[in-house]
């Protein structure tokens, strides 16, 4: 009977082993509020999707990003200790998503968008990090990066982080209602701003033009103009926007598609798992937006 | 005697040549299923099941849940035409799909396929009258039926 109790407890607490999230040794297990919050904003940056391979594992990087500079490849973020994060403590993944460094002190290429992501509160930040970790760990080796300008990471990308690069600054904690949301949400988490912020010269969102659009999006994609300019802009209503947002229907019928369709999706959450209020918090701050005349397409 | 006899062979042989013929012409000409300009005929279909999906959402809306199955039904019938409406070399300047469709091929029908297998499924659910069963078919449509071809083979319209 004592054997039988304890094999029991044995197989239990082996089962929970497995269901837990990979913590680092000595970090303290977070809480299933915490974990819900961190799937949550997980969910409200597209659910990093940039990670993923289109019908592979999750965060298990290998996605291919083409620029002026040469070509990168999504790194592992699962919680694979050999090829992945999950060696790195929280503070280490903290640092990469908002800060761009990798533990080893290398700048991590802005590819990645930590120069808006630094706009993430610390309990988001926290949340999100302890949300990595319960994703299933895959072994997979990051792909090299190709770089063809002549140095490029070591003059030309701090020169370029210095003098151009536009940066959010985080709240002391995230607003939790209103247009103040909307506009936490839309910066720093959903990173809008990455596709829908036509660049200029030098590579930066030009910020002048915040959400105006962009002809050469990411991938070859043409990018909306979501600024609320009655010619050229979104001129939905707020529920029209949240809706799509929500289910990636539009208006005249037709479906949301190429990036804007997998942000919606998401991997493990997207957009479509916000919450109403949120998608109207959303929706809300894009109609307060200064209007920007920019026709985009034809 | 004779003459009649041979009128009827030469009838005979004509229509074996004329029936061979048509036989083997019409096993070397597919199927016209539209105008003679493929990429208008297709986005015509987008634009008639956009505009089908549309109002189904408002008679959804309407608490008309009923109503949606005649919508659902004519989306089916309109997605099994999807394939045949992509045949290689259709791509060119007007059109906004991406070479992947016929680099995937095999993905591309899977997701006209599912397109149609979602319509029927909201079809049922619609003329069964199950208002839970219709909305939640509704809930998802649009991503898993429209979104699975929009999101991997279509370049996406900067629409306002």
Redo the contacts between chains.
Sequence with gaps: MRQGTRLLMAIAVGTLGALAPIAPVGAQAPSQAELARGKYVFGATGGCGCHTKPKEPVNAGGRRYDGPFGTVYATNISPDRETGIGAWTDEQIVTAIRLGRRPNGERILPVHPYTVFNGMAAEDLRAVTAYLRTIPAVKRANQPKRITVPLFESVFLPAWLAAFAPKETPPASAPATGIARGEYLVRAIGHCGECHTPRTMTMATDNSRFLAGNEKGPEDSVVPNITPDKETGLTWTVEQIAEYLATGNKPDGDVAGGLMGEVIQGTTAGYKDMTKADLLAIAHYLKSVAPVKNRIGK | MRQPAIRRAVVLCSLVAIATAACASGGEKKMSVGSGDVVADRQRLMKL???????A?AKGKAGNWEAIGVNAEAMAINAEHIPMLFPPGSLTDKSKAKPDVWQKWPEFETASKKMVAESVKLRDAARSKNQEATEAAM??F??NA??A????????????
């Excluded at chain 2, 099941?49 to 109002?55: E, F, H, T, V, Y």
């Excluded at chain 2, 071809?149 to 306002?160: G, K, N, S």
């Design positions: 099941n956009g505009a089908l999906w549309a109002d959402q809930k998802d649009g991503r429209c979104g071809c929009h999101t991997p083979f279509r370049v996406p319209p900067p629409a306002r």
